[in-house]
């Protein structure tokens, strides 16, 4: 039974639980859980991040914490039991690993490593503090490394900075603004110093002195490696200041064995030494450690016989050094030991030894030897900070181990109090001895003694070194024979105070033998007391003493007997008068010198204060001992500082009058000792000493009356440095005044209080005389001014002793009142003044809340007098900010409102004031250096700002009352009110807190929200109707829509732990303004017409911000705008403009978002809806909605990683808008720009030039003054049109759409011309020709069209189903433009038919894409019908200018005729108009007409037979005129490809379906086309006839047989039609054989001119599919531009059913079936296809030859998944079969009957057969929108002489007499055009052919393998159609041509343009597509795709490499069949030759 949990409340996830039972709760491990109820074994409850979603789940994986539970049940809390800074962890490390991962993501590698290891850090020190076995040190340093380590984190990660206190965060709520400030200040200096952060603000204006952290020097000797030596050493390790050249530290010894190891096995693993109390200029100097090496053996250690073995000596061995400044830096930072290997170096000559470790250290490497390699000693060193106490409880484990003290030579620069020290250090420098009548010199050993007066030696008063026990004598090291020896050795003598006077040092000096006895022979003595007779010690000098002769039978047992005798030259000029009949014998030859130094608490050397601890014994020297004071050092002043006290006193009770001033000003003196740094530690014993010892109850008297006489003269005495002293001592001084008076009291009874009051009331009015003195003209008053008032703080605590709080604070106030203002003091004294005051609100004093009263209105007095001028506002600053915090934390307990009133009334106008000077200064300042103001002056303004708002943070409503009762007038409420709104909006301007003191910024908006609240009602109270008053107002509006829009309150921005605890303490502060900013705005009333239309941006601002319920509060004030203009003005033109302006910069900036949109629509729509002009309102309102659509679009585009295409239609949509819509001409002329600069970055720059148009067409040719704007300066708008024209005819240069460029050349000229500029007419004449030469030289490609459908409501609003036509990039196939769209829109769904999409697609939340290649219909038809027009530039005109595009689908209508399906096959074809034409300003403009008509079978059939006529007609011509030269094979498969689909098929086709007698009777109708299709394959017999008479003159040898099969089939075909075409056996009787003559074909008086033919091809003979967009299907064809697709969509359908093969929707060109197209190369690649790609039959189906050439390479085949099954039964239809049999030629679906020829682009001139031959005024290519540009007229050709038209009665008259000729057609008969071919058919690189070449097709490559011609695959040259035969045979060498030139039209070129065959396309089935923008405005002609024809020598060597390439890829990529590749060879090797 499941039962409500008591105690198991909270807990944390220990194993990951997925929630595999019912009702599961899917937890990760880590996360927290709330428990609700448990059941055996299991929790319900739910995750502490998801409340939400409750569950059950296992308690074995939970680890439960303790809780606080409150307000048990249903909405009870619980919050866990554990330390804040855990807790903190926790959740901090929550968000970093969210903010982690991104890290690496953004590849910021080095950061992601160094927080992972953080992290890792974190989370240890987490686990030590929640193990809870550390002490409270560790704790507290356990939490000061989390601390640090998430503060840095934090940074890093863009985080907000944590205020802490105690490493803790702190409670906004419990401190004061300022408190706040000072802990972000310190958390972001240095979170180390957070203990002490409280320390620190108590102290900042005191004049406490930071005591300096000593040092101290850990080291450990770990072992010391020698294997010679073989005897004891010792090893004295000290640190040694090589700067000065000594010791400054005690010596630490190590004693080891023969064998390394210590001599005490106690020592092992315990050598280890603290070297102390090293200052930071210890560190500083060049120290080192040194370690001296003793042996202890035999005299000479390489010679055994060199005295006895039992004998041993102390020799000096070797010396190691380690320099400190080399291993300080990296010991510094490490909290453990480091390591170090010390070389040992043995001296060379012993006389050095005293300076070995200076030799080496100087590196004087003569002087001293590696002892080995295998010598040396290990060490090492760690650096420890901190005094002693804090060291040892720090580091427990190196005391544990017995660590040796080690102290420094002399006292530290600290001298602790309490620390009793009393030791000698004694060092034996060096002798002088005689030889003694020996031979060699002597081998000394020196023993010490220390002896008491009594004769007996001291026990253990000698130390050789810490680390070792003290011993009772000493010897020497011994130095081998030297009479001079130099020892350098230091001991200390540590000798107890007690036995120091009447002790005395002995020296013996014994000489030690190195015989076989070893004896050690005494010969002389030296001593020296330690204390001189006067008291003193043995001063710290090098000493010379006299040495005594002496043997070993001398006794010392009666030490009387020397110490009579002079011990140094002193004491022998003390004593002349020695008896020499004493025992002991100077030696005048030898001497021994020592020096000693005294460190002793206890005992001193100094004569004078001797003298004055015992001064009784010289009372007639008192006041010279006194005076002497002075000159005693510090060190022993404070060794004896209560000695010295006491004696002080007792002087001065002796004789006050006499000796009172004396011992005063000796007083004086040593209390302001112990202000030096290195006493300061002696306070506490000059407190302990005036608290517990000191006794002078009169002194009193004296001291005040000896103060106030030295203030009273300070008037008077030019030298005031006594003064001054006395001033410095004044804490002090009152110290004893007040003890003094306390012990008088308790010893009287409390008498003669009165006068204590008295004299203590005037020593204040003297010192109020002091303060008051005019100090500008006497620095040395400056100085005692200066002096009296840092120490008048310090006497507060002193005074409260013996008066109350009142009594204190009044005399502090007389004090302070008593201070001259800031204009009659110093500037030195001004901050002397403050600091004074700065100590005094710092004081206890200030804390009581009575004394505050008193004190405060003085305190303000001077700072407002400070703030007035400007004057140091640092420290009045900090004045301020201790107030304010001693406030807050007294309102917790009393109230302070009388003191915040007092505040208000004398600061708040003037803080108001200062900081907006300093607000000023810093903005002037960083205008004029350009950077941010200054660290100085940003501290000062954070300051005050803390200051301002703490005041105002402790202001209630009657404060705020009262503030605004007390203004005279309203002017003076005004002039408060702007400042304080200026404040305010400067502060949130600014940023004056850093961005991540969120905490800081927060709780700013929370008192300038409240401040606003409480000021809202005055200004709408003093400032509304009559009194209105505009800058009060629009101050008040700026700040609340500031206030809004703060970067701080977005809390959107925030993580949701962050959103919820700002929202649960402040709420959302945004709404909070808004509704106040709302409610003011109401209050307005008639007014509110001032602010329309300025506050319309600021508030379009504050509606935009993302918060639900500011825009529902913000947004009906825009409603209210509208009306008020309405009534005003009639309309809101004011108000629609402004919104639409700012709008704009808004959305742009990245504000709003969809939800707004529709709820500004919804919210406006919904208040107009009352309104009596609610039609203009609903119409502005949905503008606006329209226009945020456009904006969010252009927005989500530009800062999204969207393609260029994206940009630039989101771009062209906004144009638009602006434009079309609400015509806002400035926006508009800006998005120009935009789009423009788009363009060229994607290099459309035809479109840069069109888009650049539309500023140019703006502007006037006038002289009128532009204003500077974008990018142009102020010119004339002359200028400006001009230097637009010349940049737009550069860009349709680069675009190379000459065409476009030459009409502004012409304008352009025409201006120059009217001003005579003949200079830049010049210019601007041989620009323009040099652009009608590029027309004509250069080669261009024309660009293919798609059309895009976007389907669902995913895509963007100006995409959302619609239907656009796109413009092609260079080179872009279908599938490549697929694939780019697909790309750009991810998301979206190929539609794989292409059908209209259903409403269900059209409202569906998805993103559909429905794309298929369209065919341009060109609008200037005349100039494509023009004679003699190069069709380079017809080319230009068919693809450029073009607003119409269609595709076609073929259909069966009704039932499908299964032997013959041409029967019932339809064509429906579709024309969409396009809003612009094509190139415009975009790539892509939207449809917006869609025309469908139904071509019938039989029209079909005659435009695919027409087509094909005028094609043969076109190319036999150009041979006929020897355009083509020599190279005929692109003639022989044209030829090929339709005599053998006749034969096989073909045409026959159409006549079994069309001819019979079946068809014609039902349907008489089409009597007419059926004989209008008869005629047209007459007219095909007799063009063949020509054809083949042509290429018979010029076919090579090699090819005869081709020509002879071509022949054999010819009459095949002719012989197929006869029965159905009468006299077609009459017809071409010359082509009955191979050996017709070849001059009867053509009569001698009809022929054709040369130039009279047009070649017009689109496709080399050998291209797998036919690419002329506009071709028709030929004679057997079923084709529309579909039927191509079909033949080739076959392969793998025959899962499909036949019933419906047309289901599918081809793409709008076509694949012919029989004829082969020789269409120009430049519009070979150029025609869009879906079926270039389509699926080809499969293998099986490729037995018929007509097949070879219709299919594409395998591997270039896309599925068929658009395409349905073409088969039945596993075989193909009869429609295919037919197909197969008879494919004619590439062709294209029918045209429209009602069109003519050349409205269905079909690019020919017009014929001279029929009646339109003539010329039609051209038509103007440009578009409405370029104003006055046309194109450059094509002007009519007249004919030259001896050309005539030959139509079809002339030749029929003739054709009984003459050789057949190519038929003509009747008059009736529309024109013939040459026939372009299929935009269906793919490319390989082999050829420019179509790939529906049926039988004949395939026929015709058959004959082409059986030639000779060797199998070449090099890449095809690109000029196709000037190749020529491998072989170098010409045909005009056989024989002349006998055929006169036959002439069809009068329009044809006299230039055949060159062939250039193009890289081939992928051949993939359209999937899906990726649209491009549209734009709505009219568009130029687009820049067509053309290949440069004229190349400078790199660009044509590049060009031919990169093109031989492509074709290379493209050969190795097409699997063909083996007739493919033969067929392909010899046209291949051709080329190549070429």
């Keep these: 039974m499941w039962t409500p949990t008591e105690e198991e409340k909270f807990g944390v996830v220990i194993c990951s639980f997925r929630g595999s039972v019912p009702q599961g709760l899917v937890l990760e491990i880590g996360e927290t859980v709330q428990i609700l109820e448990k059941c055996e074994g299991w929790f319900r409850g739910f995750a502490t991040k998801k409340p939400t979603v409750k569950g059950l789940f296992p308690a074995s994986y939970i680890h439960l914490k303790a809780a606080v539970v409150s307000n048990r049940g249903q909405f009870e809390t619980v919050v866990p039991v554990e330390d804040s800074i855990v807790t903190e962890v926790t959740a901090t490390l929550q968000e970093w690993i969210m903010l982690w991962k991104q890290l690496y993501v953004k590849h910021k590698v080095d950061l992601f490593y160094k927080l992972r290891h953080v992290m890792n850090e974190l989370i240890d020190l987490r686990r030590q503090l929640l193990s809870g076995h550390l002490t409270q040190d560790q704790i507290r340093d356990v939490k000061r490394h989390i601390t640090v380590r998430l503060d840095w984190g934090n940074e890093q990660m863009g985080m907000d900075l944590v205020p802490r206190k105690d490493f803790e965060m702190v409670d906004p709520e419990q401190l004061s603004v300022a408190d706040l400030y000072k802990l972000h200040l310190s958390s972001r200096h240095s979170i180390q110093q957070s203990t002490a952060q409280t320390d620190t603000m108590k102290h900042r204006h005191g004049d406490t002195c930071r005591i300096p952290v000593p040092h101290h020097?850990?080291?450990?000797?770990?072992?010391?490696?020698?294997?010679?030596?073989?005897?004891?050493?010792?090893?004295?390790?000290?640190?040694?200041?090589?700067?000065?050249?000594?010791?400054?530290?005690?010596?630490?010894?190590?004693?080891?064995?023969?064998?390394?190891?210590?001599?005490?096995?106690?020592?092992?693993?315990?050598?280890?030494?603290?070297?102390?109390?090293?200052?930071?200029?210890?560190?500083?100097?060049?120290?080192?450690?040194?370690?001296?090496?003793?042996?202890?053996?035999?005299?000479?250690?390489?010679?055994?016989?060199?005295?006895?073995?039992?004998?041993?000596?102390?020799?000096?061995?070797?010396?190691?050094?380690?320099?400190?400044?080399?291993?300080?830096?990296?010991?510094?930072?490490?909290?453990?030991?480091?390591?170090?290997?010390?070389?040992?170096?043995?001296?060379?000559?012993?006389?050095?030894?005293?300076?070995?470790?200076?030799?080496?250290?100087?590196?004087?490497?003569?002087?001293?030897?590696a002892a080995s390699t295998n010598y040396g000693m290990i060490i090492s060193v760690q650096l420890l900070r901190g005094d002693m106490d804090h060291v040892r409880r720090e580091n427990p484990m190196i005391f544990n181990r017995g660590v040796a003290i080690t102290r420094k030579l002399g006292f530290p620069d600290v001298i602790m109090p309490g620390d009793i020290r009393n030791d000698l250090y004694l060092t034996l420098e060096r002798g002088e001895f005689e030889r003694g009548g020996k031979s060699v010199q002597k081998n000394i050993e020196i023993t010490v003694y220390v002896l008491y007066a009594d004769g007996e030696t001291l026990k253990d008063c000698i130390s050789l070194g810490s680390g070792e026990p003290s011993i009772s004598e000493h010897c020497s090291f011994v130095m081998y024979h030297n009479n001079s020896p130099r020892w350098g050795e230091i001991i200390k003598l540590p000798i107890p105070v007690d036995k120091f006077r009447g002790s005395h040092l002995r020296f013996e000096f014994r000489h030690c033998s190195t015989k076989d006895k070893g004896e050690k022979k005494l010969f002389g003595f030296a001593f020296t007391p330690l204390m001189r007779d006067d008291g003193t010690t043995l001063s710290d000098d090098v000493h010379e003493l006299y040495v005594y002769k002496c043997d070993e039978n001398s006794t010392f047992s009666n030490h009387g007997l020397y110490l009579g005798l002079p011990c140094c030259k002193e004491d022998f000029n003390g004593c002349p008068n020695i008896p020499s009949s004493l025992i002991f014998q100077r030696s005048t030859k030898e001497l021994f010198w020592i020096s000693t130094l005294l460190s002793s608490t206890k005992l001193t050397q100094n004569v004078d204060l001797l003298a004055l601890l015992k001064w009784k014994a010289q009372p007639d020297r008192v006041m010279?001992?006194?005076?002497?004071?002075?000159?005693?050092?510090?060190?022993?002043?404070?060794?004896?500082?209560?000695?010295?006290?006491?004696?002080?006193?007792?002087?001065?009770?002796?004789?006050?009058?006499?000796?009172?001033?004396?011992?005063?000003?000796?007083?004086?003196?040593?209390?302001?000792?112990?202000?030096?740094?290195?006493?300061?530690?002696?306070?506490?014993?000059?407190?302990?000493?005036?608290?517990?010892?000191?006794?002078?109850?009169?002194?009193?008297?004296?001291?005040?009356?000896?103060?106030?006489?030295?203030?009273?003269?300070?008037?008077?005495?030019?030298?005031?440095?006594?003064?001054?002293?006395?001033?410095?001592?004044?804490?002090?001084?009152?110290?004893?005044?007040?003890?003094?008076?306390?012990?008088?009291?308790?010893?009287?009874?409390?008498?003669?209080?009165?006068?204590?009051?008295?004299?203590?009331?005037?020593?204040?009015?003297?010192?109020?005389?002091?303060?008051?003195?005019?100090?500008?003209?006497?620095?040395?008053?400056?100085?005692?001014?200066?002096?009296?008032?840092?120490?008048?703080?310090?006497?507060?605590?002193?005074?409260?002793?013996?008066?109350?709080?009142?009594?204190?604070?009044?005399?502090?106030?007389?004090?302070?009142?008593?201070?001259?203002?800031?204009?009659?003091?110093?500037?030195?004294?001004?901050?002397?003044?403050?600091?004074?005051?700065?100590?005094?609100?710092?004081?206890?004093?200030?804390?009581?809340?009575?004394?505050?009263?008193?004190?405060?209105?003085?305190?303000?007095?001077?700072?407002?007098?400070?703030?007035?001028?400007?004057?140091?506002?640092?420290?009045?600053?900090?004045?301020?900010?201790?107030?304010?915090?001693?406030?807050?934390?007294?309102?917790?307990?009393?109230?302070?409102?009388?003191?915040?009133?007092?505040?208000?009334?004398?600061?708040?106008?003037?803080?108001?004031?200062?900081?907006?000077?300093?607000?000023?200064?810093?903005?002037?300042?960083?205008?004029?250096?350009?950077?941010?103001?200054?660290?100085?002056?940003?501290?000062?303004?954070?300051?005050?700002?803390?200051?301002?708002?703490?005041?105002?943070?402790?202001?209630?409503?009657?404060?705020?009352?009262?503030?605004?009762?007390?203004?005279?007038?309203?002017?003076?409420?005004?002039?408060?009110?702007?400042?304080?709104?200026?404040?305010?909006?400067?502060?949130?301007?600014?940023?004056?807190?850093?961005?991540?003191?969120?905490?800081?910024?927060?709780?700013?908006?929370?008192?300038?929200?409240?401040?606003?609240?409480?000021?809202?009602?005055?200004?709408?109270?003093?400032?509304?109707?009559?009194?209105?008053?505009?800058?009060?107002?629009?101050?008040?509006?700026?700040?609340a829509v500031l206030f809004i829009n703060q970067p701080s309150l977005q809390l959107e921005h925030a993580t949701s732990a962050k959103r919820k605890k700002i929202l649960d303490r402040y709420g959302d502060?945004?709404?909070?303004?808004?509704?106040?900013?709302?409610?003011?705005?109401?209050?307005?009333?008639?007014?509110?017409?001032?602010?329309?239309?300025?506050?319309?941006?600021?508030?379009?601002?504050?509606?935009?911000?993302?918060?639900?319920?500011?825009?529902?509060?913000?947004?009906?004030?825009?409603?209210?705008?509208?009306?008020?203009?309405?009534?005003?003005?009639?309309?809101?033109?004011?108000?629609?403009?402004?919104?639409?302006?700012?709008?704009?910069?808004?959305?742009s900036d990245g504000k709003g978002d969809e939800n707004y949109r529709e709820l500004f629509s919804l919210l406006l729509l919904e208040k107009i809806e009352q309104e009596t002009w609610r039609e203009t309102g609903v119409s502005f309102v949905l503008s606006v909605t329209r226009l945020m659509e456009r904006l969010l679009d252009y927005r989500d585009c530009m800062k999204g990683d969207e393609t260029e295409n994206k940009k630039i239609g989101c771009t062209v949509n906004l144009l638009n808008f602006y434009k079309s819509e609400i015509n806002k001409e400035e926006m508009y002329i800006r998005y120009i720009h935009k789009l423009c600069d788009m363009h060229l970055q994607a290099d459309n720059y035809t479109e840069a030039a069109f888009t650049l148009m539309l500023y140019w067409e703006l502007l006037h040719w006038e002289d009128r003054p532009l204003r500077e704007f974008l990018h142009y300066p102020a010119q004339t708008e002359w200028q400006r049109k001009e230097g637009l024209c010349r940049q737009v005819i550069n860009y349709f240069n680069k675009g190379k759409c000459w065409e476009y460029g030459i009409p502004l050349c012409r304008e352009l000229a025409s201006q120059y011309e009217v001003f005579y500029d003949y200079h830049s007419l010049s210019w601007i004449r041989k620009m323009e020709a040099a652009y009608y030469d590029n027309i004509l030289e250069h080669q261009r490609l024309e660009p293919e069209f798609f059309r895009v459908g976007f389907y669902g409501r995913k895509f963007p609003f100006y995409l959302r189903n619609k239907e656009f036509v796109c413009r092609g990039h260079d080179y872009e196939r279908l599938e490549a433009f697929q694939q780019r769209m697909l790309t750009e829109f991810p998301q979206a769904i190929a539609m794989q038919h292409l059908n209209q999409p259903d409403e269900t697609i059209l409202q569906s939340d998805a993103q559909y894409l429905q794309i298929y290649a369209v065919c341009p219909i060109p609008e200037n038809v005349e100039v494509l019908q023009m004679e003699r027009v190069p069709d380079r530039i017809k080319s230009f005109y068919r693809v450029n200018n073009v607003s119409r595009f269609r595709y076609d689908r073929p259909f069966h209508k009704g039932s499908k005729d299964k032997e013959n399906e041409f029967k019932s096959l339809w064509i429906e074809r579709t024309t969409l108009t396009l809003t612009h034409n094509l190139p415009g300003i975009s790539r892509w403009f939207e449809v917006e007409k869609r025309e469908v008509l139904e071509v019938s079978p039989l029209k079909n059939a005659i435009y695919v037979v027409e087509n094909k006529n005028q094609e043969l007609r076109s190319l036999i011509s150009q041979y006929q005129h020897k355009q083509l030269h020599a190279n005929i094979n692109l003639l022989s498969m044209c030829l090929n490809g339709v005599i053998d689909a006749a034969v096989n098929g073909g045409i026959a086709r159409y006549q079994e379906a069309f001819f019979q007698k079946e068809y014609i009777v039902s349907h008489p109708e089409d009597s007419e086309k059926i004989n209008q299709l008869k005629e047209l394959m007459q007219e095909q017999v007799h063009i063949l006839g020509v054809g083949l008479a042509i290429h018979e003159k010029l076919v090579h040898p090699e090819m005869r047989p081709l020509h002879k099969k071509l022949i054999d089939q010819f009459q095949m075909m002719r012989s197929s039609l006869c029965h159905d075409l009468p006299g077609m056996d009459k017809i071409s009787p010359a082509c009955s054989g191979s050996?017709?003559?070849?001059?009867?074909?053509?009569?001698?008086?009809?022929?054709?001119?040369?130039?009279?033919?047009?070649?017009?091809?689109?496709?080399?003979?050998?291209?797998?599919?036919?690419?002329?967009?506009?071709?028709?299907?030929?004679?057997?064809?079923?084709?529309?531009?579909?039927?191509?697709?079909?033949?080739?969509?076959?392969?793998?359908?025959?899962?499909?059913?036949l019933d419906d093969p047309f289901r599918m929707q081809a793409s709008p060109s076509t694949s012919s079936l029989s004829s082969t197209h020789s269409a120009p190369s430049q519009m070979i690649n150029s025609a869009p296809s879906s079926a270039r790609g389509s699926p080809s039959l499969s293998d099986k189906y490729r037995h018929s030859r007509e097949v070879v050439m219709l299919l594409p390479s395998h591997r270039d085949r896309p599925s068929s998944a658009m395409y349905p099954a073409m088969m039945e039964n596993g075989q193909p239809t009869s429609f295919q079969r037919a197909l197969i049999q008879q494919v004619v030629g590439?062709?294209?679906?029918?045209?429209?009957?009602?069109?003519?020829?050349?409205?269905?682009?079909?690019?020919?001139?017009?014929?001279?057969?029929?009646?339109?031959?003539?010329?039609?005024?051209?038509?103007?290519?440009?578009?409405?929108?370029?104003?006055?540009?046309?194109?450059?007229?094509?002007?009519?050709?007249?004919?030259?002489?001896?050309?005539?038209?030959?139509?079809?009665?002339?030749?029929?008259?003739?054709?009984?007499?003459?050789?057949?000729?190519?038929?003509?057609?009747?008059?009736?008969?529309?024109?013939?055009?040459?026939?372009?071919?299929?935009?269906?058919?793919?490319?390989?690189?082999?050829?420019?052919?179509?790939?529906?070449?049926?039988?004949?097709?395939?026929?015709?490559?058959?004959?082409?393998?059986?030639?000779?011609?060797?199998?070449?695959?090099?890449?095809?040259?690109t000029d196709v159609t000037d190749s020529v035969p491998s072989q170098t045979w010409n045909p005009e060498e056989d024989a002349e041509a006998p055929y006169l030139p036959v002439r069809y039209s009068l329009s044809e070129p006299d230039v055949i343009e060159s062939v250039k065959a193009h890289p081939c396309r992928s051949h993939s089935a359209p999937t899906g597509v990726i649209p491009k923008e549209l734009a709505e405005i009219p568009a130029l002609p687009p820049k067509p795709y053309y290949p440069r024809l004229t190349y400078t020598d790199n660009e044509e060597a590049l060009e031919e490499e990169s093109r031989s390439k492509a074709f290379t890829r493209k050969l190795s990529q097409s699997g063909r069949n083996g007739k493919e590749d033969q067929a392909k060879v010899p046209w291949e090797h051709g080329i190549n030759e070429e």
């Design 1635 to 1697: 050996s017709t003559p070849r001059g009867s074909l053509m009569s001698s008086h009809n022929p054709m001119s040369p130039e009279a033919i047009k070649l017009v091809h689109r496709h080399s003979p050998l291209s797998l599919l036919g690419s002329n967009r506009h071709s028709s299907s030929s004679l057997s064809s079923q084709t529309s531009s579909e039927v191509g697709n079909l033949v080739i969509l076959t392969d793998g359908l025959a899962g499909e059913t």
């Design 1069 to 1147: 502060m945004r709404v909070m303004m808004a509704y106040e900013l709302f409610s003011m705005w109401q209050n307005l009333g008639d007014n509110k017409i001032h602010f329309i239309p300025g506050m319309i941006g600021p508030f379009l601002g504050v509606t935009l911000v993302p918060q639900v319920e500011v825009r529902n509060v913000m947004i009906p004030i825009f409603h209210d705008m509208m009306d008020w203009e309405q009534r005003k003005n009639g309309n809101f033109k004011q108000v629609e403009a402004e919104l639409i302006d700012k709008l704009d910069s808004l959305v």
């Design 1786 to 1917: 590439p062709c294209k679906p029918c045209s429209d009957p009602n069109l003519s020829v050349a409205e269905k682009a079909v690019p020919a001139a017009p014929s001279s057969w029929s009646l339109d031959s003539g010329t039609r005024d051209t038509i103007p290519f440009l578009s409405a929108h370029v104003g006055t540009i046309v194109a450059p007229p094509v002007p009519p050709r007249s004919l030259p002489p001896g050309h005539f038209s030959m139509n079809f009665d002339a030749f029929h008259h003739h054709i009984s007499d003459i050789p057949p000729a190519l038929p003509a057609r009747t008059l009736r008969k529309s024109s013939l055009h040459p026939i372009p071919a299929s935009p269906t058919s793919p490319h390989s690189g082999l050829d420019g052919s179509n790939s529906t070449l049926s039988g004949s097709a395939s026929s015709g490559v058959s004959s082409l393998s059986e030639s000779n011609f060797g199998q070449s695959m090099e890449p095809p040259r």
């Design 217 to 369: 020097l850990f080291l450990n000797m770990k072992s010391f490696t020698y294997h010679t030596i073989g005897e004891d050493t010792d090893i004295f390790f000290s640190l040694y200041d090589m700067r000065e050249g000594k010791q400054i530290s005690e010596r630490f010894m190590v004693r080891l064995n023969r064998n390394g190891m210590p001599r005490n096995p106690e020592k092992i693993e315990r050598l280890c030494a603290l070297f102390t109390d090293l200052s930071n200029k210890d560190l500083k100097r060049d120290l080192y450690i040194i370690a001296h090496v003793i042996r202890i053996g035999r005299m000479l250690s390489n010679d055994s016989k060199k005295g006895p073995p039992h004998v041993q000596y102390r020799r000096p061995y070797g010396c190691a050094v380690l320099s400190m400044m080399d291993v300080l830096p990296s010991i510094a930072e490490l909290r453990e030991e480091k390591d170090f290997v010390l070389k040992v170096y043995t001296c060379n000559n012993e006389n050095e030894w005293y300076q070995i470790h200076e030799n080496i250290i100087r590196k004087s490497s003569n002087k001293y030897t």
């Design 624 to 1039: 010279d001992i006194l005076g002497r004071l002075r000159h005693v050092s510090g060190e022993e002043i404070v060794k004896f500082l209560q000695d010295i006290l006491d004696t002080l006193f007792t002087i001065l009770d002796d004789n006050t009058e006499k000796y009172g001033l004396l011992v005063f000003q000796s007083l004086v003196f040593v209390i302001n000792l112990l202000r030096d740094s290195k006493y300061f530690h002696f306070r506490p014993v000059m407190d302990t000493y005036i608290q517990k010892h000191f006794s002078g109850a009169l002194a009193y008297k004296e001291l005040i009356r000896c103060l106030k006489w030295y203030m009273d003269r300070s008037a008077e005495v030019v030298r005031q440095d006594h003064i001054q002293e006395a001033m410095r001592a004044l804490e002090y001084l009152f110290k004893f005044i007040v003890q003094s008076r306390i012990l008088y009291s308790r010893a009287t009874g409390g008498i003669e209080e009165e006068q204590f009051r008295a004299s203590v009331q005037e020593l204040f009015q003297s010192i109020r005389f002091v303060l008051s003195l005019d100090s500008r003209s006497s620095e040395t008053l400056i100085f005692t001014q200066a002096a009296l008032l840092n120490s008048f703080p310090a006497i507060f605590d002193e005074l409260l002793q013996m008066f109350t709080v009142q009594e204190v604070a009044e005399f502090v106030r007389g004090t302070l009142g008593s201070m001259p203002s800031t204009v009659h003091i110093g500037q030195s004294m001004d901050v002397v003044k403050l600091q004074s005051i700065a100590r005094t609100v710092d004081s206890r004093l200030f804390s009581y809340p009575d004394s505050r009263r008193i004190l405060l209105p003085v305190v303000l007095h001077h700072i407002h007098l400070h703030l007035r001028q400007q004057k140091e506002l640092l420290i009045c600053s900090g004045i301020l900010s201790s107030i304010f915090s001693i406030m807050k934390s007294s309102s917790l307990e009393c109230s302070v409102s009388e003191e915040v009133e007092m505040m208000v009334e004398s600061l708040l106008d003037v803080l108001l004031q200062t900081l907006l000077a300093i607000m000023n200064k810093s903005q002037m300042a960083e205008a004029v250096r350009g950077q941010r103001c200054p660290q100085c002056t940003a501290e000062i303004t954070g300051e005050y700002v803390t200051c301002l708002l703490s005041l105002l943070r402790q202001m209630a409503d009657n404060h705020y009352q009262q503030l605004l009762d007390n203004f005279q007038s309203k002017e003076e409420l005004k002039d408060f009110l702007l400042k304080i709104f200026c404040v305010f909006r400067n502060l949130m301007k600014l940023s004056v807190y850093p961005r991540d003191w969120m905490v800081m910024r927060l709780l700013t908006s929370n008192i300038i929200v409240t401040t606003v609240q409480y000021l809202s009602p005055a200004l709408h109270k003093n400032f509304t109707e009559a009194d209105f008053d505009f800058k009060v107002w629009n101050s008040y509006f700026s700040l």
